[in-house]
């Protein structure tokens, strides 16, 4: 157990610029057992290794983290593992990767059972079902870490504090919040950058993001989609042309029959496949009111802007990229979208209310319909109905 205090303590000694989440401050930290699901990328590791260094003391050796990809767990378990830690004092367990290990369910129920005085913190892939885990569902809460907000970036960039707000407060005070933060920054200027590469936090580190971004959707689809959902690795090729062939028409309707003939699977497997696709974060499917999975869903879009230009490569459509922008910013703020009447246009459920947005990428003269809000790409402040879209990437 001493390797692991020794790594523990260079991890946190050696953890430089730390990125505050907004993540940190909304998890009920007094809970015994905690899931933090994120697809790969997003920085999960570095949130726990944060999470010890600002509510722990390292001398006191009370909170320990493990990353689960050790071959010690191959002849070792978590539950005699945690006997030991606890024994020792140990108070809190931090578990990265949770899924490399094959009884991680089975055991982490078995700890938290046998040791109350313990509280295990794990990361996880957002492919895994926690909410389905019998054993499980019931005493372990569950959050999504996810990539970075254009809020976020921002503060990453100019060493900023910007809070992030609520959609019904960006709705009925956009005015006033744009101008705040253009007294500060021109919002305008960083827009476009953050769409090309500022969703994952390896866009800090000195190497080339794209190739890095496809090496990591590549680990997305050999790691949490076929090893979690235990897929023959036989298949993999055909899950990655569908990813591919998705990306050229995203926002698109999907063409189930063309899709099962290109990428030569049954069109069930097709749909199968887009939903752990979806579950990965590599993609988003949108449907029509009272529409959802399993029914094919009228539109597929890439699930953050990022993923479109390693994958498309080809011109990519400014309106395709604000529309992606925009269903990526709004989902991750918990609310619901559906496809609205017209392309381009979308039906937001939040907190009980239903909003229509249309998107943009200059305000329309002559055509502005009360019952619409529309989210502008080329302004930097709005005017009643009529909000910048940038502002959407302050909604967490």
């Given at each position: 157990m001493e390797s692991f205090f020794r790594t523990h303590r260079y991890l946190v000694e050696h953890l430089d610029g730390v990125i505050p989440r907004l993540l940190m401050?909304?998890?009920?930290?007094?809970?015994?057992?905690?899931g933090i699901k994120g697809t790969r990328g997003v920085g999960k590791t570095t949130f726990l290794l944060q999470y010890a260094k600002e509510f722990f003391d390292i001398s006191k050796r009370d909170c320990l983290y493990i990353n689960l990809n050790q071959f010690y767990f191959t002849i070792r378990t978590i539950t005699s593992f945690a006997r030991e830690f606890v024994d020792r004092g140990g108070k809190t367990l931090l578990l990265d990767q949770v899924y490399k290990y094959p009884d991680w369910a089975k055991e982490l129920k078995e700890c938290y059972e046998l040791y109350p005085q313990?509280?295990?913190?794990?990361?996880?892939?957002?492919?895994?079902?926690?909410?389905?885990?019998?054993?499980?569902?019931?005493?372990?809460?569950v959050y999504?870490?996810?990539?970075?907000?254009?809020?976020?970036?921002l503060n990453i960039q100019f060493k900023k504090s910007f809070s992030a707000y609520r959609l019904e407060e960006i709705i009925n005070n956009h005015q006033k919040i744009a101008a705040e933060v253009s007294s500060q920054i021109r919002p305008l200027d960083n827009f476009w950058s953050y769409m090309h590469h500022g969703y994952?936090?390896?866009?800090?580190?000195?190497?080339?993001?794209?190739?890095?971004?496809?090496?990591?959707?590549?680990?997305?689809?050999?790691?949490?989609?076929?090893?979690?959902r235990q897929i023959e690795l036989s298949y993999l090729p055909k899950l990655r042309k569908l990813l591919y062939l998705i990306a050229q028409s995203a926002p698109g309707k999907p063409n189930i029959s063309q899709l099962s003939i290109d990428c030569e699977i049954s069109r069930a497997t097709v749909t199968n496949y887009m939903e752990y696709l979806r579950s990965a974060r590599?993609?988003?499917m949108l449907y029509s009111e009272g529409e959802e999975f399993p029914k094919k869903p009228d539109l597929v879009y890439m699930h953050n802007t990022n993923l479109i230009f390693p994958l498309k490569m080809s011109q990519i459509e400014d309106q395709s990229l604000r529309e992606t922008f925009f269903?990526?910013?709004?989902?991750?703020?918990?609310?619901?979208?559906?496809?609205?009447?017209k392309s381009g246009m979308f039906i937001v459920e939040n907190d009980g209310k239903k909003y229509k947005f249309k998107i943009e990428g200059q305000?329309?003269?002559?055509?502005?319909?009360?019952?619409?809000?529309?989210?502008?790409g080329s302004l930097e402040a709005g005017d009643k109905n009529v909000i910048p879209l940038w502002l959407f990437g302050f909604l967490y």
């Amino acid at each position: 157990m001493e390797s692991f205090f020794r790594t523990h303590r260079y991890l946190v000694e050696h953890l430089d610029g730390v990125i505050p989440r907004l993540l940190m401050k909304q998890i009920d930290w007094s809970q015994r057992l905690i899931g933090i699901k994120g697809t790969r990328g997003v920085g999960k590791t570095t949130f726990l290794l944060q999470y010890a260094k600002e509510f722990f003391d390292i001398s006191k050796r009370d909170c320990l983290y493990i990353n689960l990809n050790q071959f010690y767990f191959t002849i070792r378990t978590i539950t005699s593992f945690a006997r030991e830690f606890v024994d020792r004092g140990g108070k809190t367990l931090l578990l990265d990767q949770v899924y490399k290990y094959p009884d991680w369910a089975k055991e982490l129920k078995e700890c938290y059972e046998l040791y109350p005085q313990l509280k295990i913190v794990f990361t996880g892939s957002t492919v895994m079902k926690l909410h389905e885990d019998e054993g499980l569902s019931p005493i372990v809460q569950v959050y999504n870490l996810r990539g970075f907000s254009y809020r976020e970036f921002l503060n990453i960039q100019f060493k900023k504090s910007f809070s992030a707000y609520r959609l019904e407060e960006i709705i009925n005070n956009h005015q006033k919040i744009a101008a705040e933060v253009s007294s500060q920054i021109r919002p305008l200027d960083n827009f476009w950058s953050y769409m090309h590469h500022g969703y994952y936090p390896f866009f800090l580190e000195k190497r080339n993001f794209s190739e890095n971004l496809l090496k990591t959707v590549n680990m997305m689809l050999e790691v949490d989609v076929l090893s979690i959902r235990q897929i023959e690795l036989s298949y993999l090729p055909k899950l990655r042309k569908l990813l591919y062939l998705i990306a050229q028409s995203a926002p698109g309707k999907p063409n189930i029959s063309q899709l099962s003939i290109d990428c030569e699977i049954s069109r069930a497997t097709v749909t199968n496949y887009m939903e752990y696709l979806r579950s990965a974060r590599l993609i988003n499917m949108l449907y029509s009111e009272g529409e959802e999975f399993p029914k094919k869903p009228d539109l597929v879009y890439m699930h953050n802007t990022n993923l479109i230009f390693p994958l498309k490569m080809s011109q990519i459509e400014d309106q395709s990229l604000r529309e992606t922008f925009f269903y990526n910013q709004v989902h991750h703020s918990d609310s619901k979208l559906k496809k609205g009447v017209k392309s381009g246009m979308f039906i937001v459920e939040n907190d009980g209310k239903k909003y229509k947005f249309k998107i943009e990428g200059q305000k329309s003269r002559g055509k502005n319909k009360s019952e619409l809000f529309y989210a502008v790409g080329s302004l930097e402040a709005g005017d009643k109905n009529v909000i910048p879209l940038w502002l959407f990437g302050f909604l967490y």
